[in-house]
């Protein structure tokens, strides 16, 4: 199976407040889970990503949870700003495949002033 | 340097015509995908470029769908005789694989609308 499951499918939060978007998937050979940022009318930007051999990944308000038993991972937004209105991807990929990543459906997140 | 770019930004066609997409990737990056990202479809995979051969097509939708690419760089997706249904922004990335990570740098794309 190629499929990564994401939810909420939108989620609206107060400035400051911590959006957590969580992420799941099929297959094991998975080996590298992005995530991507997106403005309207913009490609998608990359904004973190983690290997399968750590739990954690932090960068600057953006922290990535992975849980590889469960087959599943989320990122975490601290002190969220208006500025990080924007739909979210989480994606998955095998570096054997030529790393084609498998995307989430996307979250529209919303950080209200 | 410069980022992924693609052009035209935006390309309204008339159904039955042909199109052509162009995406110029990062100087330097030897690999290149095509994504599709539509209302209702998410993001899907089309094809993947290592150098200018490509080892995986899978995600082409149709035999109306080609792809191409030139010196390791510039490529360019055809869609032959478009339908309604391949409305979509056509996105365009590159990464540099030499370097491990699999990080991969999309472009702006470009919105292509049928009637």
């Known amino acids: 199976q190629q499929q990564v499951k994401q939810s909420p499918q939108s989620l609206i939060v107060q400035k400051g407040g911590i959006p957590i978007i969580n992420c799941a998937y099929e297959?094991?050979?998975?080996?590298?889970f992005p995530w991507y940022q997106q403005f309207p009318g913009k490609g998608p930007a990359l904004l973190i990503a983690?290997?399968?051999?750590?739990s954690e990944k932090k960068e600057g308000r953006f922290t990535i949870s992975f849980n590889k038993s469960a087959k599943q991972f989320s990122l975490h937004i601290m002190d969220s700003q208006p500025g990080d209105s924007a739909t979210y991807f989480c994606?998955?990929?095998?570096?054997?495949?030529?790393?084609?990543?498998?995307f989430g459906e996307g979250t529209q997140l919303t950080v209200n002033p | 340097g410069a980022g992924v770019s693609q052009s035209p930004s935006n390309k309204v066609t008339e159904k039955g015509k042909d199109v052509e997409l162009r995406c110029d990737p990062i100087?330097?990056?030897?690999?290149l995908y095509w994504y599709r990202q539509s209302l209702g479809q998410g993001l899907e995979f089309l094809i993947y470029f290592q150098g200018n051969s490509a080892p995986d097509k899978s995600g082409l939708p149709s035999d109306r769908f080609s792809a191409e690419r030139t010196g390791g760089s510039v490529s360019t997706l055809t869609i032959q005789r478009t339908q309604q249904e391949d409305s979509a922004v056509y996105l365009c990335?590159?990464?540099?694989?030499?370097?491990?990570?699999?990080?991969?740098?999309f472009g702006p794309g470009t919105r292509l609308t049928v009637t």
């Open positions: 994606a998955a990929s095998r570096a054997a495949s030529g790393s084609r990543l498998t």
């Open positions: 990335a590159s990464s540099f694989r030499e370097q491990g990570p699999l990080e991969q740098y």
């Open positions: 100087s330097g990056h030897t690999a």
């Open positions: 983690i290997r399968p051999d750590v």
């Open positions: 297959n094991t050979a998975f080996d590298y």
